[in-house]
Structures are given as structure tokens and as C-alpha cells.
T-cell receptor, first 112, second 116 residues
Framework: DAKTTQPNSMESNEEEPVHLPCNHS???????IHWYRQLPSQGPEYVIH???SNVNNRMASLAIAEDRKSSTLILHRATLRDAAVYYC?????????????FGKGTRLHILP | ETGVTQTPRHLVMGMTNKKSLKCEQH?????MYWYKQSAKKPLELMFV???????ENNSVPSRFSPECPNSSHLFLHLHTLQPEDSALYLC???????????????FGAGSRLTVL
């Protein structure tokens, strides 16, 4: 999978929106952008994915740059339960291989 | 409950013991994965199985031995481990290689291993 770059940590106030950036300048045309998050003492959980268009679900929104070289995960109203490590990864659409590599992710701190 | 169940949740073993970690999924997925997560480190991919066949071995020492008897079950057999092998071992599943679509990973809660 192509490499992604994320800030090591971010802080946000409770009940405010959070924008988590991810750079993936070497993305290929067949790569999906996936976001996962890992709450303390749990395994990672799927948050959202997208290909070209912006996406919304009950957990978050995903904004994808027009050139697809970056994306932003948006939590519209952060709660204390959103404190977690957020991972951005790329997954090939045809899945020619399964070597799914996670980076260090962004540790999100929510301030009450 | 995510649909991927890992047992045991916690395991303490000596360096000379032999133990196994078990992972089970009933999501109809065909690919299963073992990841290792040491303290304050990223997830490290260990093994991948597609349709019961091992398709990735990420240079894992032979003291870790995976087994995938069917698409729903995955084991990690452990023997003569070292204290530095203490970590959270995570199992995941997905639809698998060659299946077009988003192919989302579903993770278990992990097995916390302590090697004394």
C-alpha cells in the first residue's frame, strides 16, 4: 500500500469539530482511502472510506482533495469518547496484495 | 462485539511454555490477519491468510507459528517466546484479495500477552 503521513498528535475541545489530516501523495488511481480508529485497550475499528467523492456516515465525514493526494477526517462534534489513535491507510481497489500496513496514526486528545 | 472474537483476552506465559491464541469470525470473510502491537508502536503486520492459504509472512520469527484450518478460524501458536514478545496481538478479517470493493478490515479486541 502507498504510504500515508499524519501528524503525531492533535488536541481539540469537547463539542467542537475536529479535522484530522492525512497526506498520501503517492496514491494510485485504484487506491481507496480508509480511516480507522483505536480506542484505548481495544482493537482498531473502521470509521469511513472513500475513493474520490466526499463521504458522510454516522461517525464522521471524509473530505478528499481533488487531486486525491490528501484527505481530511472530520468529526463534527467531538466527545470525550472520540479520544483515540486515528489511522489513515490506502487499500488497492483490486487488492492485488494484502500487505496492509498501518502507520503511527494521529493521537487525538479531547479536552473537556 | 465486532464479529471477530479473540481468546484468551489475557495470557501470561513463561519463556519455556507453549500456548496458542485463537481468532474466530463469522462474517463470511475469506482473509484473516495477525498483527502485533507493542507499547507505543504502530501495528505490525505478521501474517495474512487468504482462503486458508498463507499469502504474507512479514519476516516473523519461527517461535510464532500461524495456523488457518478454515476461513473462519485462525490460530497463533507460541513457543519459547522472549519477554520482548509481550504485546497486544490483534486478529482481523476482510473479504480478501481479489474481491473488488472497499474490503474493510474488522478487528478483534486483541489478546494481551505477557512473557515472563
Amino acid at each position: 500500500d502507498a504510504k500515508t503521513t499524519q501528524p503525531n498528535s492533535m488536541e481539540s475541545n469537547e463539542e467542537e469539530p475536529v479535522h484530522l489530516p492525512c497526506n498520501h501523495s503517492t496514491i494510485s488511481g485504484t487506491d481507496y482511502i480508509h480511516w480507522y480508529r483505536q480506542l484505548p485497550s481495544q482493537g482498531p475499528e473502521y470509521v469511513i472510506h472513500g475513493l474520490t467523492s466526499n463521504v458522510n456516515n454516522r461517525m464522521a465525514s471524509l473530505a478528499i482533495a481533488e487531486d486525491r493526494k490528501s484527505s481530511t477526517l472530520i468529526l463534527h462534534r467531538a466527545t470525550l469518547r472520540d479520544a483515540a489513535v486515528y489511522y489513515c491507510i490506502l487499500r488497492d481497489m483490486g487488492f492485488r496484495d494484502d500487505k496492509i500496513i498501518f502507520g503511527k496514526g494521529t493521537r487525538l486528545h479531547i479536552l473537556p | 462485539e465486532t464479529g471477530v472474537t479473540q481468546t484468551p483476552r489475557h495470557l501470561v506465559m513463561g519463556m519455556t511454555n507453549k500456548k496458542s491464541l485463537k481468532c474466530e469470525q463469522h462474517l463470511g470473510h475469506n482473509a484473516m490477519y495477525w498483527y502485533k502491537q507493542s507499547a507505543k508502536k504502530p501495528l505490525e503486520l505478521m501474517f495474512v491468510y487468504n482462503f486458508k492459504e498463507q499469502t504474507e509472512n512479514n519476516s516473523v520469527p519461527s517461535r510464532f507459528s500461524p495456523e488457518c484450518p478454515n476461513s473462519s478460524h485462525l490460530f497463533l501458536h507460541l513457543h519459547t517466546l522472549q519477554p520482548e514478545d509481550s504485546a497486544l496481538y490483534l486478529c482481523a478479517s476482510s473479504r480478501g484479495k481479489g474481491r473488488p470493493g472497499a474490503n474493510v478490515l474488522t478487528f478483534g479486541a486483541g489478546s494481551r500477552l505477557t512473557v515472563l
